[in-house]
């Protein structure tokens, strides 16, 4: 996923100089001018969490809710650890978000419902199988028929609920060691050498339930999520509608979802 995001100047030699002066002095001054530098992340970042939200969710609220996790980015940021701060500030960002959207519980409880009981068939099925299920396993499993199971996977999607930026628990299932399914970012808790051996365990855990998946729906993840192709575009490349990407792409996560959560256990 790209992360080259606009921000407004300083040059760069501005901007290594205003983290230097945050970092040692904890300067306001320093710390809004980088708040300012970087606030184009958090529109960004609002603009895509967004796509996968209902309408009467606002951007202009994702944004307010997202400038907190801005804030704490920069001031838990360490310059000297060679890492790319955009980077690291967008999933802070995303977190942020979707910690404020968790928190207004704007779910509906039968979407969350659907969400469990589509889970727990994918697990059962592959268990059994020992591969991905097809769609009419999937329908036969929860006693849907296919109509009932592609209305479902639209719901599921319209909400927003199945996302690579939703966060999974590492193996002891604390907030300091979750991450996301889409995280590319160097491990945040590098401190911890147990942090970081589970972070690493999860990633590992997660390329291979990727690797599970049918082709099509790994080019479903890695177009949108890689390429930054939108739906509709990807329904063209595929010779599909944009609805039926959509179900493509809540299923497949759904699965990771699964996969992940139930080998984390």
């Given at each position: 996923?790209?992360?080259?995001?606009?921000?407004?100047?300083?040059?760069?030699?501005?901007?290594?100089?205003?983290?230097?002066?945050?970092?040692?002095?904890?300067?306001?001054?320093?710390?809004?001018?980088?708040?300012?530098?970087?606030?184009?992340?958090?529109?960004?970042?609002?603009?895509?969490?967004?796509?996968?939200?209902?309408?009467?969710?606002?951007?202009?609220?994702?944004?307010?809710?997202?400038?907190?996790?801005?804030?704490?980015?920069?001031?838990?940021?360490?310059?000297?650890?060679?890492?790319?701060?955009?980077?690291?500030?967008?999933?802070?960002?995303?977190?942020?978000?979707?910690?404020?959207?968790?928190?207004?519980?704007?779910?509906?409880?039968?979407?969350?419902?659907?969400?469990?009981?589509?889970?727990?068939?994918?697990?059962?099925?592959?268990?059994?199988?020992?591969?991905?299920?097809?769609?009419?396993?999937?329908?036969?499993?929860?006693?849907?028929?296919?109509?009932?199971?592609?209305?479902?996977?639209?719901?599921?999607?319209?909400?927003?609920?199945?996302?690579?930026?939703?966060?999974?628990?590492?193996?002891?299932?604390?907030?300091?060691?979750?991450?996301?399914?889409?995280?590319?970012?160097?491990?945040?808790?590098?401190?911890?050498?147990?942090?970081?051996?589970?972070?690493?365990?999860?990633?590992?855990?997660?390329?291979?339930?990727?690797?599970?998946?049918?082709?099509?729906?790994?080019?479903?993840?890695?177009?949108?999520?890689?390429?930054?192709?939108?739906?509709?575009?990807?329904?063209?490349?595929?010779?599909?509608?944009?609805?039926?990407?959509?179900?493509?792409?809540?299923?497949?996560?759904?699965?990771?979802?699964?996969?992940v959560s139930d080998d984390a256990v």
């Amino acid at each position: 996923m790209s992360t080259d995001v606009q921000t407004d100047d300083p040059s760069g030699t501005e901007l290594d100089g205003l983290w230097a002066d945050y970092k040692a002095t904890a300067d306001d001054a320093a710390r809004e001018a980088l708040i300012v530098h970087y606030s184009p992340l958090v529109k960004y970042v609002a603009g895509r969490v967004a796509a996968g939200l209902p309408q009467n969710v606002e951007q202009s609220d994702l944004a307010s809710y997202g400038m907190f996790g801005l804030i704490d980015a920069i001031d838990k940021f360490e310059p000297e650890r060679g890492f790319k701060f955009e980077t690291y500030a967008i999933s802070r960002i995303k977190g942020s978000i979707l910690d404020e959207l968790r928190s207004i519980d704007w779910v509906p409880r039968s979407v969350r419902a659907k969400v469990r009981q589509i889970e727990q068939a994918y697990a059962k099925i592959e268990a059994k199988h020992h591969r991905p299920p097809t769609d009419a396993e999937l329908a036969e499993e929860l006693d849907w028929t296919d109509d009932q199971l592609q209305t479902a996977l639209t719901q599921i999607s319209q909400v927003g609920l199945a996302a690579l930026d939703e966060s999974v628990s590492g193996r002891n299932g604390q907030p300091g060691d979750a991450m996301t399914l889409g995280d590319t970012i160097p491990d945040r808790t590098a401190g911890s050498p147990m942090g970081a051996f589970e972070a690493a365990e999860t990633r590992q855990l997660l390329g291979d339930a990727i690797n599970t998946l049918p082709e099509r729906e790994k080019l479903v993840l890695t177009l949108y999520y890689y390429e930054n192709m939108t739906l509709q575009e990807i329904g063209r490349v595929l010779g599909v509608t944009e609805s039926r990407v959509c179900q493509i792409h809540t299923k497949s996560l759904l699965h990771l979802r699964s996969r992940v959560s139930d080998d984390a256990v």
